[in-house]
Nanobody, 127 residues
Framework: QVELVESGGGAVQAGRSLRLSCAVSGYTYSIYYMAWFRQATGKEREGVAVINVRARAGTTWIADSVKGRFAISQDPAKNTLYLHLNSLSPEDTAMYYC??????????????????WGQGTQVTVTS
């Protein structure tokens, strides 16, 4: 079993930055891929960033919708995954979730590929 706990969300003004954290515990050695998803009210859950935690230097992918503004990173020593959000806009307002998969993921932005989920952290961006 893997437990994920997100933190770092909050209310910020447009143009500002935030760093979200996801603390990972349990069978961390079993994880292949980790990802950040977000879900705005009335919309489907959207994958925004993915990392292959087993790859050397951590191979990452960033969704086109946030490319150039968001980044994903990890600190293996702290068992923590991060999502760096820059140049935030009101359209980024959503609940942000951390997710993990114990197997190789085929569709990296598909929520169904991930077995473990955190409870989410809310990001609200005001204009």
């Amino acid at each position: 079993q893997v437990e994920l706990v997100e933190s770092g969300g909050g209310a910020v003004q447009a143009g500002r930055s935030l760093r979200l954290s996801c603390a990972v515990s349990g069978y961390t050695y079993s994880i292949y891929y980790m990802a950040w998803f977000r879900q705005a009210t009335g919309k489907e859950r959207e994958g925004v960033a993915v990392i292959n935690v087993r790859a050397r230097a951590g191979t990452t992918w960033i969704a086109d919708s946030v490319k150039g503004r968001f980044a994903i990173s990890q600190d293996p020593a702290k068992n923590t995954l991060y999502l760096h959000l820059n140049s935030l806009s009101p359209e980024d307002t959503a609940m942000y979730y951390c997710a993990a998969s114990p197997q190789i993921v085929q569709s990296i932005y598909a929520a169904k590929e991930y077995n473990y989920w955190g409870q989410g952290t809310q990001v609200t961006v005001t204009s």
